[in-house]
């Protein structure tokens, strides 16, 4: 298994309550639910990508 990266993450309070009660309700930790967060987005960004290059081709 790959090595996991360590960072130090500083965010307002309020919103690592908010990511608490969201993580819960998931049953994730806080930090399972940040991951999970960006894993989503970083697919959606690579979906529009892809989707974005698959363009059709211009009529004229």
């Known amino acids: ?3 996991r990266k360590k960072f130090l993450l500083r965010i307002r ?6 990511l ?6 998931e049953f994730r930790s806080v930090n399972g ?3 999970f967060i960006l894993q989503r987005a ?3 960004r690579r979906r529009k990508k892809r989707s974005s ?3 059709p081709s211009d009529p004229r």
């Open 33 to 35: 639910q940040i991951e």
């Open 20 to 25: 608490n009660r969201w993580a819960a309700a």
């Open 13 to 18: 309070p309020e919103l690592w309550e908010e």
């Open 1 to 3: 298994m790959a090595q």
């Open 42 to 44: 970083v697919d959606e």
């Open 53 to 55: 290059s698959k363009s």
